[in-house]
């Protein structure tokens, strides 16, 4: 017998973007359906936040119950290359906000914000599985089958897809299109660091660029109980060339760079090494009649500047409103309400992703005679602050700016 169910949202996925925006729903009175794959709390990388993100947080209600989790500190980042250092504290920012955030195990910060969606009214179903999706005329028709083999149709308003990697109505729409990011691998683990005190800054993530290799890096993301979340990032053809194993590969690249070799060489395993690859994704839409794609499920770039979380939960506060509305009965131009001021603070992120690999981003950051109010206006970028359109160094000319500025950069070295 197959059950029949009906809610004003259904939102599919429990991470951060699901969590807030059935958290801002359900505040606003109306019935939300949470559907999430696995069982909580759950592994997943992506660890260092961005100050934004507290704002966002803050702003649905849920910023005491992450305060009371005691994570790590986070006031800015470090990078590291060749005996080069550079910092960015996010309280030196030109950009209104939050000028600090945390570094969080994200198995325990996630569980904290999906028991405050549920908290807040929103019902959640653990380890429910999407298998149909259909949207004629604008009206949701979502199959489901739990852990018991127990199947639903779900026949809600309007959906929001929150699920992340799993990409759950781009595959099952066929939304997928190609992205322009190259392919590239990121190996990870977590470890006991064993750093001795003062030996590095626990309140940053540490960016390291690899000696020889520079579109190959590094982070280091110190948590508050002696672990340390510890990755490297290249194109597959790279980094497979220096073992057989993921381990050996992430070793043997971490031991090219002697500041990061010293920093580690007493560290003890916690998790074993694992791989993801081919991680950047596009949609050829963010919305349509019945659904709309919040976070990674829409859009996801690179991890080196930490922007998942933050554009996942900037999606969930923009769309809420939209969700509203539909509601009521109005009609939205999603693309224009939605996806295209979505995509101006993506845009930032991507320019800088783009002259990350390319060295020009690189160049900016190293080069010792940094301008004062441009490295503050790009410490806002680098702190979350991507759709503040007062900043020149965002929207659709970040790409010329950065490019401009680092060959003023280039001259003057």
């Given amino acids: 017998?197959?059950?029949?169910?009906?809610?004003?949202?259904?939102?599919?996925?429990?991470?951060?973007?699901?969590?807030?925006?059935?958290?801002?729903?359900?505040?606003?009175?109306?019935?939300?359906?949470?559907?999430?794959?696995?069982?909580?709390?759950?592994?997943?990388?992506?660890?260092s936040l961005l100050a934004q993100s507290l704002g966002l947080i803050d702003e649905a209600g849920m910023l005491e119950a992450v305060q009371a989790a005691n994570f790590q500190f986070k006031n800015g980042a470090a990078f590291a290359w060749r005996g080069k250092y550079t910092e960015y504290n996010f309280a030196e920012k030109v950009s209104v906000g939050y000028g600090h955030t945390y570094q969080v195990i994200r198995a325990d910060f996630d569980h904290i914000l999906i028991k405050e969606a549920q908290r807040m009214g929103a019902e959640v179903r653990f380890e429910v599985e999407i298998t149909g999706a259909e949207f004629v005329d604008g009206k949701p028709k979502i199959t489901t089958r739990d852990a018991q083999g127990n199947i639903e149709i779900h026949t809600p308003k309007f959906v929001l897809d929150a699920s992340g990697f799993g990409r759950t109505l781009p595959r099952l729409l066929k939304l997928e299109s190609p992205t322009?990011?190259?392919?590239?691998?990121?190996?990870?683990?977590?470890?006991?660091?064993?750093?001795?005190?003062?030996?590095?800054?626990?309140?940053?993530?540490?960016?390291?660029?690899?000696?020889?290799?520079?579109?190959?890096?590094?982070?280091?993301?110190?948590?508050?109980?002696?672990?340390?979340?510890?990755?490297?990032?290249?194109?597959?053809?790279?980094?497979?060339?220096?073992?057989a194993t993921y381990e050996e590969r992430l070793w043997n690249l971490t031991n090219d760079d002697p500041q990061l070799r010293e920093l580690l060489k007493n560290h003890q395993p916690f998790r074993p090494v694992g791989e993801l690859k081919g991680y950047s994704a596009n949609v050829s839409t963010m919305a349509a009649p019945g659904?709309?794609?919040?976070?990674?499920a829409a859009e996801f770039l690179d991890p080196v500047f930490s922007s998942g979380v933050t554009i996942a939960l900037k999606s969930a506060h923009m769309a809420v409103p939209l969700v509203e509305r539909t509601l009521k009965g109005e009609s939205i131009d999603w693309k224009a309400e939605f996806e295209e001021p979505l995509r101006y603070g993506v845009e930032t992120f991507r320019a800088f992703v783009d002259t990350w690999y390319d060295g020009r981003l690189q160049d900016i950051f190293y080069y010792e005679k940094q301008d004062p109010t441009i490295k503050r206006m790009i410490c806002s970028v680098l702190a979350g602050y991507a759709w503040d359109k007062s900043n020149p160094y965002t929207g659709y000319k970040t790409l010329q700016r950065l490019d401009a500025l680092a060959k003023t950069c280039r001259k003057g070295s």
């Fill in 291 to 296: 659904f709309a794609l919040l976070g990674n």
């Fill in 180 to 243: 322009n990011q190259p392919v590239r691998v990121a190996y990870y683990t977590q470890v006991y660091d064993k750093i001795p005190s003062g030996a590095f800054d626990r309140q940053k993530i540490r960016v390291t660029t690899h000696p020889e290799h520079r579109d190959i890096w590094f982070w280091l993301i110190p948590f508050s109980n002696g672990l340390s979340s510890m990755g490297v990032v290249g194109t597959e053809q790279q980094l497979s060339a220096r073992g």
């Fill in 1 to 47: 017998m197959v059950n029949y169910v009906m809610t004003d949202v259904l939102i599919i996925g429990a991470g951060p973007a699901g969590a807030v925006a059935a958290a801002l729903l359900a505040q606003r009175g109306h019935k939300v359906l949470v559907l999430e794959k696995q069982l909580f709390p759950r592994f997943s990388i992506g660890e």
